[in-house]
């Protein structure tokens, strides 16, 4: 098989509708658009989510809980991740994104307490959790608060 032989499946191409060219062609007159009605006029167009007049579907499903609109979105990291930094390294957002430790943020970085620390870190974070602030402290390092 090369290029040249290949060919579309029979009736994978349709051809176009070729809309108001006469009546021949099986859609002229109104041009497929049905008689009077608010869509056989020019220029015409429904809102988002329209079901014609029928209640929209997102005003019939239930709702459910609140989603605070200023909610912090931290971007996690476990402390088994700061092992690749050598000893003494202070620790940044800058430097894990540098290093592939994470990929984007968007609020900051929080540190979780997966894995295992042996080195003393410098670690500056929007947020520890418990876990992870005591295996940074019990390794000699620090944990620094910082609005990122």
Known sequence: MNLQSLRNTPGARKRSKRIGCGMGSGHGKTSTRGHKGKMARKGSSHKEGFEG??????????????????????????VGDLARFEDGTEVTVQLLLASGAIRAVRDGVKVLGGGDLARKLVVRARAFSRSAR???????????????
């Open 53 to 78: 007049g029928q209640m929209r579907l997102i005003r019939r499903i239930p709702k459910r809980g609140f989603k605070n609109p200023r909610r912090l979105r931290l971007t996690a990291v476990n």
């Open 134 to 148: 005591a295996k940074i402290e019990a390794a000699g390092g620090a944990c620094e608060v910082m609005a990122d």
